[in-house]
Nanobody
Framework: QVQVVESGGGLVQAGGSLRLSCAAS????????AGWYRQAPGKQRALVAQ??????TYVDSVKGRFTISRDNTKNTVYLQMNSLKPEDTAAYYC???????????????WGQGTQVTVSS
């Protein structure tokens, strides 16, 4: 059983910073990568940043402001968010790609989300 938990959200003023964490626990053989998604009320959930074997990608609206990174020893992925804008306000979700054992195929696991609210 694998559990993915996000943390680090909160209320911040425009121009401020937050660091989100996505920690995976349980039966983990390999942590292949993860993506950060966000969803505002009435909007579709959309990819913000992704880190995987193939590299790192960002949506255009966060390039230069957000940085995704990982700590393999802790099975944790981070999203450093700087120069936050009100339009960044959303629930942020982590999608982790995990292998539970040797030879197994990777599976995707979603966290419960963490709320980020940026005030002006």
């Amino acid at each position: 059983q694998v559990q993915v938990v996000e943390s680090g959200g909160g209320l911040v003023q425009a121009g401020g910073s937050l660091r989100l964490s996505c920690a995976a626990s349980g039966r983990i053989f390999g942590f292949d990568g993860a993506g950060w998604y966000r969803q505002a009320p009435g909007k579709q959930r959309a990819l913000v940043a992704q880190i995987a074997r193939g590299g790192i990608t960002y949506v255009d609206s966060v390039k230069g402001r957000f940085t995704i990174s990982r700590d393999n020893t802790k099975n944790t992925v981070y999203l450093q968010m700087n120069s936050l804008k009100p339009e960044d306000t959303a629930a942020y979700y982590c999608n982790a790609v995990i292998r539970s054992s040797w030879g197994s195929s990777p599976s995707e696991y979603w966290g419960q989300g963490t709320q980020v609210t940026v005030s002006s």
